[in-house]
Nanobody, 118 residues
Framework: QVQLVESGGGLVQTGASLKLSCAAS????????LAWYRQAPSKQRELVAT???????FYIGSVKGRFTISKDNAKNTVFLQMDGLKPEDTAVYYC????????????WGQGTQVTVSS
């Protein structure tokens, strides 16, 4: 079993920056994909950004150019740098890790709250 622990959330004003961290209980090198999701009140959880084992990244349109996903294999941690925050970014942010071998498994963190005031 793998534990993922997010941190770095908080209450900020529009335009501010936050950096979220997701620390894994074991090496992240074997995860095929690491991702950040978010869930706003009364909305479905949505994908925000992904980073593959090779380092390729993907962002949804609403955060492209403002958010940056990265990882530090030595620290077993994936990050989400969020700049230019907007009220619509308010949500609980979750980290997810996907392994494909020896069998496909997904692991989720418990989430960290990000609130952006206008």
């Amino acid at each position: 079993q793998v534990q993922l622990v997010e941190s770095g959330g908080g209450l900020v004003q529009t335009g501010a920056s936050l950096k979220l961290s997701c620390a894994a209980s074991r090496s992240i090198v074997l995860f095929e994909v690491l991702a950040w999701y978010r869930q706003a009140p009364s909305k479905q959880r949505e994908l925000v950004a992904t980073i593959t084992r090779s380092g390729s990244t993907f962002y949804i349109g609403s955060v492209k150019g403002r958010f940056t996903i990265s990882k530090d294999n030595a620290k077993n941690t994936v990050f989400l740098q969020m700049d230019g925050l907007k009220p619509e970014d308010t949500a609980v942010y979750y980290c997810k890790a996907v392994q494909q071998v020896p069998q496909r498994r997904e692991y989720w963190g418990q989430g960290t709250q990000v609130t952006v005031s206008s």
